[in-house]
C-alpha cells in the first residue's frame, strides 16, 4: 500500500536536526530507510540521504525501482545498478558512491555511527550489514542515532494505525491457533500454523498490508524458558502452549507473548498465572506520561519478586515497539528517563521454573493522556483453545 506522506514525522525529525546542527542524514538500516521515506528493500542494499532542507534522495537498486515509484515519499530516486559487467563490487558499494558523493554537498552530516540492532530487509533471511568502508567514507560525520530515536520515540497517528494493523494481523493468528491448536502436536506444528496465517491471510489484511511476516518461538509445558528454540515437545493438556510472537506489516511490528491451554489449566500454573496478572496489571496502570522508565523496571521486578520468583527473569521487562520488534526505550533502572505521550511500549513480565516451564504475559500498549491503550484485540494471560 502506498502510505500518503507522513509529514508529521518528517518534520519532526527535520525540526531536531535544525536544534542539533545536522544538514543531511545518511541512513541505510532498513527501518531508518523505511522510517525517512517508506520504501521497504529487499536486500539492504539501499540508502537515503535526508536533508534538513529540501527533497530526500533514496538510492534503490534497480531491481526495486517499480517499488520505490510505488511507495517511497522522496520523488529523488537514483538506481543503483545491481550488476555493471566491468564492475565485481557489490552493489551496496555503488550506494556508498553515490551517498557518499552527494553528503559532500552538505555541511554537517549524521551517520549511524552507533546502531546496535536493525529491523531486517523485506527479503528478511539474510540482512546486509556495514562494511567498514561505509564509515570511511564519511569523515567527520556525527552520530545520527540518537536524534533518530529520540524521533521514533513518538509515534504519529500514521504510524499508529500502522501498528494496529500488525497487531491485528498477530491477534487473529492467534485465534487460528487456539482453532486447531491440540494436546501431541509439537510445538513447531502449532508455531507453523501461527507463521502460515499471518503470511498467507495478512498479506493484503484489510486491503491495507502489501506484505505481512511472522516470527516466532513456541514453546509448550517444560519447553517454556527464557531462551530455547522451537522444537517437537508436544503440547501437554492442562499446561500452557507460549507463542513469543511477531508480526511485520509492511515494516511496522507488533511483539507479543500469547498463551494457550488445551483443556483446564493446572492449579499450579493457575496460580502463577493470576500472580503474574497482578504484577502486569499493576505494571500498565503506571504507564502514564512522564512516569519514570527505571521505576517501571523496579516496579515490575519488585512484584515478580512478591509472588515468589526473585531474580526474574533474565529478559528485559519492557521495551519500545514501532519500526523495529526491539527499539528504544529500554526501561532499566539502573538507567533514567520518562515515558512520553505517543510511545508504544511491549511490557512483558515473566517467571520460568527450574527444570523448564512456566509463563509471560506481553502485549503493546500505546502510552496517551489517559493511560496505557492495549493495541491487540487479543486476551492476556492463558486462554483456554
Known amino acids: ?214 516470527f516466532s518461538l513456541v514453546w509448550a509445558g517444560r519447553g517454556i524458558q527464557t531462551f530455547t528454540a522451537t522444537s517437537n515437545l508436544p503440547v501437554v493438556e492442562g499446561e500452557p502452549t507460549l507463542f513469543e510472537i511477531w508480526v511485520c506489516a509492511d515494516g511496522y511490528w507488533a511483539d507479543h507473548t500469547k498463551n494457550l491451554v488445551v483443556g483446564e489449566l493446572t492449579d499450579r500454573y493457575r496460580e502463577l498465572e493470576a500472580g503474574l496478572r497482578e504484577v502486569y496489571d499493576d505494571a500498565v496502570e503506571f504507564c502514564i506520561p512522564g512516569a519514570s522508565l527505571a521505576g517501571l523496571d523496579r516496579r515490575i521486578r519488585e512484584g515478580i519478586e512478591r509472588i515468589g520468583y526473585p531474580g526474574q527473569p533474565s529478559h528485559p521487562i519492557c521495551h519500545g515497539v514501532g519500526a523495529r520488534a526491539h527499539e528504544p526505550p529500554y526501561p532499566h533502572q539502573a538507567a533514567g528517563g520518562e515515558l512520553q505521550e505517543g510511545t508504544v511500549l511491549a511490557i512483558e513480565p515473566g517467571c520460568y521454573w527450574a527444570g523448564g516451564g512456566g509463563l509471560r504475559v506481553e502485549d503493546n500498549f500505546l502510552i496517551t493522556a489517559d493511560g496505557a491503550e492495549k493495541l491487540s484485540p487479543f486476551p492476556d494471560g492463558v486462554v483456554q483453545a
Open 1 to 214: 500500500m502506498a502510505w500518503p506522506r507522513d509529514d508529521a514525522k518528517l518534520d519532526r525529525v527535520r525540526t531536531l536536526m535544525g536544534e542539533q546542527g545536522l544538514d543531511a542524514i545518511v541512513a541505510r538500516a532498513p527501518d531508518n530507510v523505511l522510517y525517512l521515506t517508506n520504501f521497504w528493500g529487499m536486500k539492504g542494499w539501499d540508502a537515503v540521504v535526508f536533508p534538513r532542507e529540501g527533497e530526500p534522495t533514496l538510492f534503490c537498486v534497480e531491481a526495486s525501482a517499480d517499488d520505490a515509484a510505488r511507495t517511497a515519499w522522496t520523488s529523488d530516486v537514483q538506481l543503483v545498478d545491481g550488476y555493471l559487467a566491468d564492475d565485481p563490487r557489490p552493489p551496496v558499494v555503488r550506494t556508498l558512491e553515490l551517498a557518499a558523493a552527494l553528503a559532500r554537498e552538505h555541511g554537517t552530516v549524521g551517520l549511524e555511527l552507533s546502531l546496535g540492532t536493525q529491523a531486517s530487509d523485506r527479503m528478511v533471511g539474510e540482512p546486509t550489514t556495514y562494511t567498514k568502508a561505509w564509515f570511511d567514507a564519511f569523515p567527520g560525520a556525527v552520530d545520527a542515532t540518537p536524534l533518530l530515536v529520540d524521533a521514533r520515540t513518538r509515534k504519529t497517528e500514521q504510524e499508529i494505525e500502522r501498528m494496529r494493523l500488525a497487531n491485528e494481523i498477530a491477534a487473529a493468528a492467534m485465534d487460528h491457533a487456539r482453532g486447531v491448536i491440540r494436546a501431541g502436536m509439537t510445538e513447531a506444528q502449532i508455531a507453523a500454523e501461527w507463521l502460515g496465517f499471518v503470511h498467507g491471510e495478512g498479506t493484503g489484511w484489510g486491503g491495507k498490508v502489501e506484505l505481512a511476516l511472522g
